[in-house]
């Protein structure tokens, strides 16, 4: 499937040394995520059920400039729906849940159905549901177990933690005072690829706590062979809280799948 399409889709479109740590506390049950395993990391995840956001994304691949109208849904821990489109006219519509990717193109009258092993080819970095929606709300997730991060102190009382994962290093730079990830990174020496991640535009959500969350989000994905490919997101509505909402997806007649 075209790969312009599929970024904007999925939002690729489509982690003071006195200072006393504070980690992220979850407990079991829906709308929840999981919890910030290292106790000397100073994460502060979301925690809201359900989240409804709208707004541009801007596509810059080879000099070949596309920008879209995306909206944005989710089911914490369970579902993920992007659209993404031009003068109300929708392209795309992408569906992740834990365990499938579904995208239906209907510029191109084709869809897609399949596993997260698609997307680690297509972005050449490990991806799971878990890693899109930490991706997607500027959450930190947690090394995997049995390993240890690393975590480096820097200017302003911020923090950098990195580990290794799946033969590439995932780095995080927190916030100082509000503990959000200011900006990912995952690089693979070995091939010069790397994904970067910047959040910026942090305002207070409407829940309790009032969670500073990034409006704006600035991405950029570097490969020997194909350049580099970025996207900027900036949402001018995020809703979140504990109201249903519907994730409708079909595919239909005649649009042709693609392996």
Known sequence: MNKISLLLALGLLLGGCARKATPVVSTKGPGTSVAVAEPTVRATNTSFLFLNAKGKAQINM??????????LRMRRDSII??????????????????????VVNKLEKTYFTGGYDYLSKLLNVPVSFAQMQAILL???????????????????????????????????????????????????????RNLTVDYTDFKPLEEPGNLPFANSVFIQAQQPSAGAVTAAINYSKVNVGR?????????PKGYKRQK
Request: glycine share 10%.
């Open 62 to 71: 080879k000099g070949n400039k596309q920008g879209a109208n995306i909206s």
């Open 81 to 102: 729906w992007v659209t993404a489109g031009l003068l109300g006219v929708e392209g795309v519509r992408a569906v992740l849940t834990p365990d499938s990717v579904r």
């Open 138 to 192: 500027g959450d930190y997730l947690p090394a995997p177990a049995g390993t240890t991060p690393t975590i480096t102190n820097e200017e302003a009382d911020r923090q950098r933690v990195s580990y290794p994962l799946a033969g590439v290093l995932v780095e995080r730079l927190l916030q100082a005072g509000t503990g959000r990830v200011q900006q990912m990174k995952v690089s693979d020496a070995a091939t010069q």
């Open 243 to 251: 109201e249903r909402l519907s994730f409708p997806f079909a595919v």
